[in-house]
């Protein structure tokens, strides 16, 4: 009778876990994060204020958030097929995973934006050149600690959760 080697499969599962998370968490940040400031940028009048794109970007993340994981994995399964020629390995699960990831962070980004005083942003607006390098100037690095508490936060909670 042959038997599994058991360390074997779980350094096997660790690494496609670690690679699967990898992948998903860097795209969360980078796309949802500008995604998030997309939507506040579109959304203050502050800014470059512009209804469509902000009520579109908004609705698109709103509906991505509201489906369930597994309902999205089922959906975008022709599309992990057409990308990887296969839905049933760690890589093509990764689409989904990076899809469901950007459009939660997004929101995260966009939340962690607005939470700021509008007399602060627009003090700090009057007293830099342009829109644009006030967001690069001001708005990110002030955003940037809660920013990695809402990146770091939900991690956390999901490994206290597998302890306990």
Same mark, same amino acid.
């Given at each position: 009778?042959?038997?599994i ?7 096997? $599962? ?12 860097? $795209?969360a !940040?980078? !796309? ?9 940028a579109t959304?203050s009048?502050l800014?470059?204020?512009n ?11 709103? #509906? !991505?958030?509201?489906?369930?994981f597994? +309902? ?11 990308? !990887?020629?296969?839905?049933i /390995?760690?890589? $093509?699960?990764?689409?989904p995973? #990076?899809?469901? %990831? ?8 966009? /939340?962690?934006?607005?939470e700021w005083?509008?007399? /602060? /942003?627009? %003090?700090?607006?009057?007293t830099?050149?342009g829109k644009g390098?006030? +967001?690069?100037?001001?708005?990110l690095p002030?955003?940037?600690?809660t ?11 999901? #490994?206290? $959760?597998?302890?306990?």
């Open positions: 009778m042959t038997g080697n058991l360390t074997e499969a779980l350094t096997r $599962a660790f690494g496609e876990t670690a690679f699967m998370s990898g992948i998903s968490l860097l $795209a !940040v980078t !796309v949802g994060g500008a995604l998030g400031l997309l939507l506040y959304g009048p800014f470059i204020q209804r469509l794109v902000n009520q579109a970007a908004g609705m698109v993340i709103n #509906v !991505v958030r509201s489906i369930p597994l +309902i999205l994995l089922v959906l975008l399964s022709p599309l992990s097929k057409a990308v !990887v020629q296969t839905s /390995v760690p890589t $093509a699960v990764v689409i995973l #990076v899809i469901a %990831a950007v459009a939660f962070y997004a929101r995260l980004a966009d /939340v962690s934006f607005s005083n509008q007399g /602060v /942003v627009v %003090a700090a607006i009057a830099v050149a390098s006030d +967001i690069l100037i001001f708005l002030y955003a940037l600690p920013l990695y508490t809402l990146l770091i936060q939900p991690t956390t909670n999901s #490994v206290e $959760a597998a302890v306990l």
